[in-house]
């Protein structure tokens, strides 16, 4: 068996968000907003529901089919900045936008305003940008992963405790755009 040592995937990822975009290129990608440090890595999960398909004739399934899947994206935010907590309770996280506005008060303060919510959560577009096989210790390759549209699908909550850093975890659930035909729920680019 003959094995590529530098096709082995180390190192951690940047995580970037910005509003959801459906009309985004790959370009529009890379001016998302970064979210600062993590905690414990991105975990990026296809999660398929099968179905058996089966018959009289066999005692096992004859066909196995996919009946729906969920594409979800978790991490632990580990800068405590209210941009990072409206990302993980699913508020507009950008400054100046529809939840966090800077205050005119002479004290340079912002304010999260958080209350009764629409049905429907705030939408982003993500953008996790990581090591790609082929990198080596003086050559970094990297490995996107874009996708449109991402809603913070888990609770979080926000601590504040003596010994310990205060981090938001999030998990996006990510939803698909039908007008992207077969990249549906995005793309993973790899730098050669």
Known sequence: MS???????VGEAVVKTGASNTAMTNANFDSLTDVGATNG???ISWEPDMVDIEI???????????SKVKVMVKTTLA??????????????????????ISNNDGGNTRTLLF???SV??????????????GSTASVTKTRKFNTK????????MLSMKR?????????????????DVGYEYGKIIDQT
């Open 163 to 179: 010994a310990e850093a205060t981090m938001f975890e999030v998990s996006f659930r990510i939803l698909p755009v039908t007008g």
């Open 41 to 43: 890595g991105v975990e």
């Open 56 to 66: 009289d004739q066999y005692g096992d399934a004859a066909k196995v089919i996919q």
């Open 149 to 156: 549209r991402a809603v913070s699908f888990t609770s979080s």
């Open 120 to 133: 429907y959560p705030f939408e982003y577009a993500l953008q996790i940008v990581g090591n790609a096989p």
């Open 115 to 117: 209350g009764t919510q």
């Open 79 to 100: 800068e405590a900045t209210l941009n990072n907590l409206a990302t993980a309770w699913s508020y507009d996280n950008a400054t100046g936008g529809a939840d966090i």
């Open 3 to 9: 094995v590529t040592v530098s096709n082995i995937v």
